[in-house]
């Protein structure tokens, strides 16, 4: 048992994540701003009191004092999403570049023993090869992948440069329960789940085709753990599911009405993690199959009840400036 630190722990995976880590015997120290993450994703712990939870923004100075004798720091707190990242590029610069520069900085000064970054696919953009492996360039292809592509970078050097191991884990297409319900249009489970309780047609990009390396929340906070406890430093390594679904297999699973609306400029046609370093490096694969993944989110449908409801000519608003500054390259 130990202390340990979870940044965005109110947020979608940090609060899966929180409640693995206390369920584990943890102290956890919980630090979120609030600004995407909601205290209601915390419930399960609230009461329990290997838990405390601190609404601060990690550029406030005041947040150093949180990581004193902590062994490790899970640094999950970041602003998400494409078109926010484009419109509003300062902001994402200043959370995920900045934010992270401020944890290992504390951790550093706080003689944390180990940094588990949560990295992004986003970084590979549109790769030449499936599954994509570690080692593919980097593309970013806008505001938001850059941005946490350079957090990883930072995590990294820090690990190199003070002694302090480290580790990102570039997640894939996370989803599960409590995935954001609100706020800017984004991550495609929220957007089907919300048309599907309103009874409005799924709206699906180009013809359905593209595939995603869809992964189940539980599976990475498992990668998390076994990152955490691990030996491994100075690496990036991919959890993904070890498959990629269609948006036509995703719609056939959710079952309902489709209405098709333009293709994005940058959007790779499939996202498909290899996963032989996790296996290899963590002795970690995926567990929960696309298919009882889904069920499990038809099971919390509920949970979408307040979120918005996208149609073709929203999204088409919320997009445009996606489709005005990126390249078709
Ligand atoms: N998608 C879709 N309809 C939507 C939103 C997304 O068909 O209303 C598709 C999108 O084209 C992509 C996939 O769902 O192929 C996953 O999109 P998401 O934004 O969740 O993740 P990302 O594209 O960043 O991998």
Same mark, same amino acid.
């Given at each position: 048992m130990s202390k340990v630190v979870v940044t965005g722990g109110a947020g979608f995976i940090g609060s899966h994540l929180v409640e693995r880590l206390v369920a584990d015997g943890h102290d956890v120290v919980t630090i979120d701003n609030l600004a995407v993450g909601?205290?209601?994703?915390?419930r399960a712990v609230e009461?329990?009191?290997?838990f405390s939870f601190h609404a601060l923004d990690?550029?406030? &100075?005041?947040?150093?004092?949180?990581?004193?004798?902590?062994?490790t720091v899970f640094h999950l707190a970041a602003l998400a999403d494409i078109v926010p990242s484009i419109e509003r590029p300062e902001s994402y610069f200043r959370a995920n570049v900045d934010g992270t520069f401020a944890v290992v900085e504390c951790a550093r000064r706080s003689g944390v023993r180990r940094i588990v970054y949560a990295g992004?696919?986003?970084?590979?953009?549109? &790769?030449?090869?499936? &599954?994509? &492996?570690?080692?593919a360039e980097i593309r970013p292809q806008y505001p938001y992948a850059l941005t946490k592509y350079l957090g990883e970078c930072i995590a990294l050097h820090w690990g190199k440069v003070y002694g302090i191991p480290s580790v990102s884990l570039r997640f894939f297409n996370v989803f599960g329960p409590r995935a954001r319900t609100s706020g800017t249009y984004g991550a495609v489970f929220g957007v089907f789940l919300a048309q599907k309780l309103a009874g409005k047609p799924f709206t699906v990009v180009?013809?359905?085709t593209q595939t995603r390396d869809f992964t189940y929340v539980s599976d990475i906070v498992d990668g998390i753990v076994a990152a955490a406890d691990?030996?491994?430093?100075?690496e990036a390594i991919n959890l993904g599911s070890g498959g990629t679904y269609s948006i036509n297999e995703l719609v056939g699973l959710l079952n309902g009405p489709v209405q098709y609306i333009p293709k994005r400029p940058g959007e790779p046609d499939s996202t498909f993690a290899d996963v032989t370093k996790a296996k290899r490096l963590l002795n970690w694969e995926a567990k929960v199959s696309f298919a009882e993944g889904v069920r499990s989110m038809l099971e919390h449908?509920?949970?979408?009840?307040d979120a918005p409801v996208w149609d073709a000519e929203s999204i088409h608003k919320a997009t445009e400036a996606w489709f005005r500054h990126l390249s078709t390259a």
């Open positions: 909601r205290r209601s994703n915390l009461r329990n009191g290997h990690l550029n406030d &100075p005041s947040a150093a004092a949180l990581f004193a004798g902590a062994h992004s696919s986003s970084c590979y953009g549109i &790769p030449d090869f499936y &599954p994509t &492996p570690e080692t180009g013809d359905g691990s030996d491994v430093k100075d449908i509920d949970d979408w009840r």
